[in-house]
């Protein structure tokens, strides 16, 4: 071999290293000692590559989302708590000549009794009951922190909107803020939408296949969702 076909064939090797880190397998030809040395110094000196902002943005969405359906596991807790100690919010109403009719607000009594005199005290019964119920409704539901709850678990789902559409604002400059955007998506739309039907398995796929090629570019780099 030549100089000059020794000098290319380590600029080859070295830039080899420096995008993706060449690994020698034993057995197969390697560099030489000094050679290696010098190669390994060369990606040592490489700049760390620049931070993504549009991984920057699903790390603060990451972790409002974490926080967001903590808070919804917790509302539903205590929406169990508050149905073992509430009836249900209706009430039953006969009218004359016709069926018994589930009730579950005034606007529904309005609708069945109208401006009939003669259910005059039905409707009173009916409307004592349904604010008895909201009353006691309200009352426990303070007591156990249910409308706390509820705020909280709104509030945060109103972040992960925010950050969300923060996110699709973000130009990525990396595969791995191009993931977390697919993650973003993919975790969000697919918690409340059938996993299985278009497009969240697509979705899955894309960002299962960037991550997998990224790590064969860059086996050190992270990966949202990965």
Known sequence: ??????????????????????????????????????????????????????????????????????????????????????????????????????????AALDRIIGERTDMAEIRARAEAELDARQAHFEVVATEIGYFAGLKAEQEGFANVEALLAALAQTPAVSLSGVVGKLDAVLRNGANWEDRSAFPWPQIHSAREDLIRIGRQLTPHAFFPGG
């Not at 100089?3 to 420096?18: G, I, K």
């Not at 995008?19 to 560099?31: D, E, K, R």
Request: charged share 25%.
């Open 1 to 106: 071999m030549t100089d000059s076909d020794h000098s290319m064939s380590f600029r080859r090797v070295t830039r080899r290293l420096a995008l993706g880190g060449l690994f020698v397998a034993a057995g197969g030809w390697a560099l030489e000692p000094d050679a290696l040395a010098r190669a390994t110094a060369a990606t040592d000196v490489m700049p760390p590559p620049a931070p993504d902002p549009a991984v920057e943005v699903w790390r603060d969405w990451n972790a409002t989302y974490e926080q967001a359906m903590c808070r919804c596991d917790r509302l539903q807790e205590l929406e169990a708590a508050l149905a073992e100690r509430v009836d249900a919010l209706w009430t039953v109403v006969s009218v004359p000549g016709g069926e018994e009719t589930i009730v579950c607000s005034k």
